[in-house]
């Protein structure tokens, strides 16, 4: 496997993180964990398939998916190869009119939300590039030209950052106490922006930290511990959803994104 990691032009900083290049010569699989970016992606070469669940079928040419909460597998075919536009938290929200939760859990073609002509324009211009950063170049554009006129909901961005910052671990009333807004009309912003729940975003963060931060000299108790959680056996279930495995058995299996 050959990855490549771009970051954007400073026009597409607020809303991209990173544009990442992965070409699979042999084939491979990748294991994917919930993250707290959406992600769009371009297949430029190749087929994808990716398996999350009972839902196995094949990656279309250009897809968008939303936040989700379980691991999903990734299967790449040999000499297949993909572009992936990673969104900042709440930076897909420039693109989109539609209500971003409405993806949580699903993905969907790019043609489902833009006219068919446009995403058709940019698999062709993919397909004939020379190289990556040709490609890169080529989405940037079109990002560029999907950005709407819009401002950042400073409100919601300072949600994100304090969830950030407490690895998860802040409680809604936590966040609120220092909000100017109340709780029904602050969740409806949060998740048409950010792509979920501020619950949800916060067991996402929470169960990321606790997976980036692993020591092997750490006890299941400690870990619980450190997410947050003083039930050992809720710890185990949320995990194992996650990563589709019981702690023990996740990190001795490695290999994962």
Known sequence: MKT???????????????????????????????STSIVMAFRYKGNVRYAEGVNVGPMPTAVITGLRNSMRLVDYTPEAATLLVIFNEGGAAALFREPLHELFGSSATLDELMPRKIVSEVEERLAEAKNNQQRVTIVEHFLIARLQETTTDWLVQQAIQQIQLSNGTVRINELLADLPISQDPFEKRFRRIVGTSPKQFSKIVRLRSVINQYSSTQSLTEMAHQAGYFDQAHFIKDFRSFTGQVPHLFFQSGGYW
């Open 4 to 34: 490549e990691r771009y970051f954007p032009v400073e026009r597409l900083r607020p809303f991209v993180k990173a544009f990442m290049l992965i070409e699979s010569e042999q084939g491979m699989v990748n294991k994917l964990l919930p």
